[in-house]
């Protein structure tokens, strides 16, 4: 039996000497797939397998193995300006590596139509640098660990003025319920937070977002800050390409 489905490569190893595991991240989760004989006949393929191409994969179920045969696959979308700018690349080699260590129940078609709205923006954008709190804050909302923003998450009381973050608490709390734990932050900051965790893919609202920042290098810093430690704390796996994409 085969079936079609629209993927995005995100690896690919060597299995015994002539077949490829395949990882793809599908519509229907992730899916590790063999193509038979891809490593001596280049030409089923053409290069269709590299990483972050978005293809139409056909693939037929097996009675005995593991895991399906990718028989085909149709070029949807080729990243190329992606991979000759190297900023780009380090970017969605972070995003690569999370989704390939990240496992979600459920939301998939949402979580499969995001990502691949996000790859092609960034194909044909300049880099934004929110988008790495952009992204790592929707991460946490499609796995269920979304911070809270909007109100206290002890008591549930609405902050107007005074706020309080606490990462093991998952959010904001009010002067009342603040702890040991938490510290205090400011207005601007959280409507940043705030903002970044609602609005869709929209490159034009994160430039916005940009730029009402260029004169407060400070909140910017700590919306970094905040992003990456929520990430670490509710997702502690050990980031590999996260120490390259700090170097810029």
Request: contains cysteine.
């Amino acid at each position: 039996m085969i079936f079609s489905l629209e993927a995005l490569v995100l690896s690919k190893e060597k299995l015994g000497e002539i077949d490829l595991l395949v990882e793809l991240f599908t519509p229907k989760g992730k899916i590790w797939s063999i193509a038979k004989g891809a490593q001596k006949s280049r030409k089923r393929f053409v290069n269709l397998l590299e990483e972050f191409n978005f293809i139409k994969a056909h693939l037929r179920k097996t009675s005995k193995g593991k895991f399906p045969i990718l028989e085909k696959a149709d070029l949807l979308f080729l990243p190329e300006g992606i991979r000759n700018d190297y900023r780009k690349y380090i970017m969605i080699s972070y995003m690569g590596e999370i989704l390939s260590k990240i496992n979600f129940y459920g939301l998939f078609v949402e979580y499969f139509s995001f990502i691949k709205i996000l790859f092609k923006e960034i194909e044909k954008n300049e880099l934004i640098s929110l988008l790495k709190p952009f992204f790592e804050l929707k991460i946490l909302k499609f796995s269920g660990w979304s911070p809270e923003f909007f109100q206290c998450v002890k008591c549930g009381y609405k902050p107007k003025k005074v706020f309080y973050l606490s990462i093991p608490e998952g959010g904001i709390l009010c002067f009342k319920c603040k702890d040991e734990n938490s510290e205090s932050i400011n207005l601007e900051t959280i409507e940043v937070l705030r903002n970044l965790i609602e609005i869709p893919v929209h490159f034009e609202k994160l430039k916005k977002l940009e730029k009402d920042l260029e004169k407060s290098i400070e909140v910017k810093e700590k919306i970094f800050k905040i992003s990456e430690k929520f990430f670490k704390y509710f997702l502690p796996f050990e980031w590999n390409s996260l120490k390259f994409l700090n170097l810029r």
